[in-house]
């Protein structure tokens, strides 16, 4: 870095549902990038609780197209904080004056120069992180610096924004389907993933599209000794002619049976960029795929439910 001027004030725009336990279910991400962008993605994370996590001593992917080159990636530190557009935790908001207020003294820098993503951005507003209001936020880091205590963030109900997903991606779709789906021996099975309807495909790409799916599973009845692969298929299907064929399979991912039978779980994470067309003249889809690979038992899907991001 040339020297830093300005520490950019970022949120992940993670959804509240995606693993909503997790401290900081981003941290891939932000480490290795995305299809199209290449990672680091910030300097810093700081987490639901207030967990501070360090990605990068030099320069990283954060700023964008900025208003000012003090603002661009070469001058600023960017912290990725892992939040919606909602409500801030008490944990999370104090530990984000904190870890600003350090940067600021550490580089001899003034609030002003703590800036929200929707500032630096151009053209302002283009971006709408982070989710709080920047004024209060630099009068905020002003008590720090004096010694008096912050008084808590008030509930901002912002106005509703368009859904947004990790580091700016669109929420697309997202749907789930309890029902029983069994798992006959040696066969792969296109798992069904709607609630009101059967549909045997989570969601249609296109050339071009970089997206993001989690999908989590619930498998009941495998026995210990016995098991599952799951995945998810890149295909392609026509409407007019109901033809489709196989395009791309990707990571398989190997599930254990346990004692009894129990429920047991399976999550599926994809992203990439769709850098093919179909050839058939229909349209590219996203599928589950199950094989139950032991055969045997009265094995199946009971639980299928997932959300799509897209840029």
């Known amino acids: 870095m040339r020297g830093v001027k300005t520490i950019t004030l970022h949120h992940t725009a993670t959804p509240r549902s995606f693993k909503r336990s997790t401290e900081y279910p981003t941290f891939n991400v932000v480490k ?45 530190i960017g912290i990725e904080a892992e939040g919606a557009m909602e409500d801030w935790p008490k944990a999370q908001y104090d530990a984000y004056l904190k870890l600003v207020r350090a940067l600021l003294d ?49 509930p901002t109900n912002p106005t509703p924004a368009p859904r947004k997903g990790i580091l700016d991606m669109s929420f697309k779709t997202s749907d789930r389907r309890t029902a029983k789906q069994p798992l006959p021996p040696n066969r792969e099975t296109t798992l069904k993933t709607r609630a009101k309807n059967t549909w045997s495909f989570l969601t249609s790409t296109k050339r071009g599209e970089t997206f993001m799916v989690n999908t989590h599973l619930t498998i009941n009845g495998l026995r210990e000794g016995q098991v599952v692969e799951v995945w998810l298929r890149l295909g392609e299907y026509n409407s007019k002619t109901k033809k489709g064929a196989t395009r791309y399979d990707y990571k398989r991912v190997t599930v254990h049976g346990r004692a009894g039978g129990g429920d047991v779980h399976a999550e599926l994470t994809q992203f990439d960029k769709c850098n093919i067309g179909p050839k058939m003249g229909g349209d590219m889809r996203l599928y589950v795929v199950a094989k139950n690979v032991s055969g045997g038992g009265d ?13």
């Not at 936020?137 to 205590?149: E, S, V």
């Not at 094995?299 to 840029?311: F, G, M, S």
Request: proline share 7%.
């Open 32 to 76: 290795n990038g995305r299809p199209g962008l290449p990672g680091p993605l910030a300097q810093l994370g700081l987490g639901r609780t207030g967990v501070v996590y360090v990605f990068a001593a030099g320069v990283a992917n954060h700023a964008g197209k900025s208003r000012s080159s003090t603002m661009t990636n070469s001058y600023a």
């Open 106 to 154: 550490e580089f001899d820098l003034s609030e002003s120069r703590a800036l929200r993503h929707a500032e630096t951005c151009s053209p302002p507003g283009r971006k709408s992180d982070a989710s709080f209001n920047g004024d209060t936020f630099r009068k905020r880091l002003k008590l720090t610096k004096t010694g008096g205590r912050p008084p808590a963030p008030k």
């Open 299 to 311: 094995v199946a899907v009971t639980d299928i439910k997932w959300t799509e991001l897209t840029d």
